[in-house]
């Protein structure tokens, strides 16, 4: 009997799945509702956001220092709830990296705001200094402090945020 509630719930949720980009936010009683972010990356993507660097160790155990931007400022910059508004409902909105290859990985929104985190998770367009090769580019994530690199996703080409259902 679980095993079929379980199923009709799971149905249900994704019957009432929201498609990317057209998320909304839950609004206080009488506000408009928030809608959340759909990127599609490009070259000036990242364009007077303030840059950073991270020296790390590949999977293949060579160092590599990338370049780019805070995930987390871009997405606020996008309108993505960050700081004092991230708070309610919005901590369990989560974001999508999608890449060219149909690779995703996702993260939850208070894990890239500067309010709630040290962590950083690196939306990269340079390596050593040059542009990513066309392998990992035009844009990479990078996770420095994850033991495993599943998560640092190239050939990034959009990024979601999704209000969690």
Known sequence: MRQILAAVALIALLFAWKSPGSAQAPASPGAAPVTLPHLVLSADSLDGLPRRSVTVSGEDGRSATYSGVDLGVLLAKHGAPSASTLRGSALADYVLVRATDGYRALFALPELDATFTDKIVLLADRRNGEPLPAAAGPFQVVVPDEKHHARWIH?????DV????
């Open 155 to 159: 050939s990034v080409t959009e990024i």
């Open 162 to 165: 999704l209000a969690s259902p």
